[in-house]
């Protein structure tokens, strides 16, 4: 297992992996560096005939507060070609996660927002503490949930979706529940248990056949391919590359209401 900065592995020996995004100190907001680092970990993890099913959570009050906002920022001041480059890093990594041959358990002990909302999105299933909030707060910034998009929308549906895909408002677990982005939410107390009974089940599996069953369920739900894929590259480069951008994501750094609030 090669060495990681944003992130931590632990593999018990069951052949159960913990990712763990570990950038506490920004609410593990994904810099492109985890971007990165995720996408090399989903192949690495995938290809290991020892790991069976795959836990992703995060270190400290959050699971993950988006795309990190110094990596927007930097968006601003670059050119289009950089922009492109920046913008399918985050692509590359959530469809490395989605279609990781493994099962996929997410482990949401804190609040999601954004980017983060599709990491919990492209997890076969997500369990979250009660107290946590989420929302797709992309429209705040003057940007859209563009790259994770895709993903959100095969998770909750689009009627689902339209409650909170473009209002940027923020709801709590129960409402998460709901809308199907959580599958369960418990107390802080008891989500190590809800959890490891999402991964009981896949041990006593036949793990080629968890693999068949998985990439057969994504065949036949929401078609997510290289073209959906670039498409959303493009909307996102396009937000990017627009005033509202570069006001709302300024107006985050300057401390002030973005010019469009009333």
Same mark, same amino acid.
């Given at each position: 297992?090669?060495?990681?900065?944003?992130?931590?592995?632990?593999?018990?020996?069951?052949?159960?992996?913990?990712?763990?995004?570990?950038?506490?100190?920004?609410?593990?907001?994904?810099?492109?560096?985890?971007?990165?680092?995720?996408?090399?970990?989903?192949?690495?993890?995938?290809?290991?005939?020892?790991?069976?099913?795959?836990?992703?959570?995060? %270190?400290?009050?959050?699971?993950?507060?988006?795309?990190?906002?110094?990596?927007?920022?930097?968006?601003?001041?670059?050119?289009?070609?950089?922009?492109?480059?920046?913008?399918?890093?985050?692509?590359?990594?959530?469809?490395?996660?989605?279609?990781?041959?493994?099962?996929?358990?997410?482990?949401?002990?804190?609040?999601?927002?954004?980017?983060?909302?599709?990491?919990?999105?492209?997890?076969?299933?997500?369990?979250?503490?009660?107290?946590?909030?989420?929302?797709?707060?992309?429209?705040?910034?003057?940007?859209?949930?563009?790259?994770?998009?895709?993903?959100?929308?095969?998770?909750?549906?689009?009627?689902?979706?339209?409650?909170?895909?473009?209002?940027?408002?923020?709801?709590?677990?129960?409402?998460?529940?709901?809308?199907?982005?959580?599958?369960?939410?418990?107390?802080?107390?008891?989500?190590? %248990?809800?959890?490891?009974?999402?991964?009981?089940?896949?041990?006593?599996?036949?793990?080629?056949?968890?693999?068949?069953?998985?990439?057969?369920?994504?065949?036949?739900?929401?078609?997510?391919?290289? %073209?959906?894929?670039?498409?959303?590259?493009?909307?996102?480069?396009?937000?990017?590359?627009?005033?509202?951008?570069?006001?709302?994501?300024?107006?985050?750094?300057?401390?002030?209401?973005? %010019?469009?609030?009333?």
């Amino acid at each position: 297992m090669q060495s990681y900065s944003t992130i931590t592995i632990e593999i018990d020996p069951r052949g159960v992996a913990e990712v763990t995004l570990n950038r506490p100190e920004k609410h593990n907001a994904m810099s492109a560096e985890m971007m990165v680092e995720l996408t090399a970990a989903a192949a690495e993890l995938g290809a290991d005939p020892a790991v069976r099913v795959v836990v992703l959570t995060g %270190a400290g009050k959050s699971f993950c507060a988006g795309g990190d906002l110094g990596w927007m920022k930097a968006q601003m001041a670059a050119d289009r070609d950089t922009r492109f480059v920046e913008a399918r890093k985050l692509a590359e990594m959530l469809n490395a996660l989605n279609t990781l041959p493994k099962p996929l358990i997410g482990k949401l002990q804190g609040n999601a927002f954004g980017g983060g909302v599709g990491m919990a999105s492209v997890c076969d299933v997500a369990i979250g503490v009660d107290s946590l909030t989420m929302g797709l707060t992309e429209v705040k910034l003057g940007l859209i949930p563009a790259t994770i998009g895709p993903y959100v929308l095969a998770r909750m549906g689009e009627a689902m979706a339209r409650r909170v895909f473009m209002s940027a408002r923020l709801f709590g677990a129960d409402e998460a529940v709901t809308l199907g982005l959580l599958a369960k939410a418990v107390p802080a107390a008891d989500l190590d %248990a809800a959890v490891e009974a999402e991964i009981a089940p896949y041990l006593k599996c036949a793990p080629e056949a968890v693999t068949r069953a998985k990439a057969l369920a994504r065949s036949l739900g929401p078609k997510i391919d290289d %073209a959906v894929i670039d498409h959303t590259i493009n909307e996102l480069v396009a937000c990017w590359d627009g005033a509202e951008a570069k006001e709302g994501v300024g107006a985050f750094f300057d401390k002030r209401p973005p %010019a469009w609030t009333t």
